[in-house]
């Protein structure tokens, strides 16, 4: 067997598409402009890079990006108070602050400080809460550009096993939550989880996010499984440098029924759900209705 190839970068095209279409009408309608404010804290080379695509994507579908870039000198005090700011600018309906923070930032204090209905990356503990109870909440993007896919793939996804390896607060955690919301029967396996290859082995979806290159092989896929692959590992291959992914592509894509490639599959998808919930937020903060298909 050769698995479907499911392509993240088109399928996170036609979700931007679709936000741009509503921010559209939200202008036209209600003369609302959804804005996402973005705060970068130091010099981080890869961190830089995300923050200028978000910009460039938060532009193109038509919403106000607000970019906040300070010195890794910024005292505690000075970002929480352009945290409360941001939390007071009924322009800004989505912030989101570009994690790792310098050692002398206290993130979780930091996180904390967002309005949580301006959370978009649902990193805030009222969020993690709200989903732990399958209540409305800001969703964590990674996990529900998953979500979204593997809604796309299968259909309903009640009563299929679900396998999530990796047990970060960003992914794994939110990702378990997300399908146990679609009736999914979940296990989090993890490093330290015994026999991982047979526990892997169950899943009719198998979610690796262990940042470990190529840790999930073919061996550990159930045949016609659904694989998502979170990882993105910058490795030295023959003297090049390669990007892949948390699984052994070639040998799991002979087994397994579905499977995202990297790059090109989950990564896309995180960017265009920021958007989508950036949207949700100034709906939500409007009273207006959610935009269906791109919540959890
Ligand atoms: N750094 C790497 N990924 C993320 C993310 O999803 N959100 C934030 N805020 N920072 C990150």
Not at 81 to 90: K, M, T, V, Y
Not at 109 to 123: Q, S
Not at 196 to 221: F, S
Request: with cysteine; hydrophobic share 45%; glycine share 10%.
């Amino acid at each position: 067997m050769t698995a479907k190839v499911i392509d993240g970068k088109a399928f996170a095209a036609k979700v931007r598409a679709e936000v741009a279409e509503h921010v559209a009408r939200l202008r036209e309608e209600n003369g609302l402009q959804p804005g996402l404010a973005v705060v970068l804290v130091g010099e981080d080379p890869a961190s830089k890079v995300y923050v200028k695509n978000k910009h460039a994507s938060t532009v193109e579908v038509g919403m106000a990006s607000f970019e906040h870039r300070w010195d890794a000198t910024i005292s505690e005090a000075d970002l929480l108070a352009l945290i409360d700011q941001l939390n007071a600018d009924p322009k800004v309906h989505g912030i989101l602050v570009q994690l790792p923070l310098p050692g002398h930032l206290n993130s979780e204090l930091v996180i904390n400080r967002i309005d949580p209905a301006k959370d978009v990356d649902g990193f805030h503990i009222s969020n993690v809460g709200l989903l732990g109870t399958g209540q409305k909440s800001m969703v964590p993007c990674t996990p529900l550009g998953c979500l979204m896919m593997l809604r796309d793939h299968h259909g309903k996804l009640a009563g299929l096993n679900a396998v999530v390896v990796g047990r970060s607060n960003i992914v794994g955690k939110p990702m378990a939550q997300l399908l146990l919301g679609d009736s999914c029967t979940v296990t989090i396996a993890h490093s330290r989880t015994k026999d991982l290859a047979e526990v892997c082995k169950r899943a009719d979806i198998l979610v690796a996010a262990v940042g470990r290159p190529e840790m999930i092989t073919g061996d550990m896929v159930r045949p016609g499984a659904t694989v998502i692959d979170v990882g993105i590992n910058r490795i030295e291959r023959d003297g090049k440098a390669k990007l892949v992914g948390d699984v052994h592509y070639e040998s799991a894509a002979a087994v397994a029924g579905a499977i995202t490639p990297v790059p090109g599959g989950v990564g896309p998808m995180t960017i265009a759900c920021l958007l989508a919930n950036t949207l949700t937020a100034c709906c939500r903060a409007n009273g207006l209705a959610e935009p269906e298909g791109l919540t959890a």
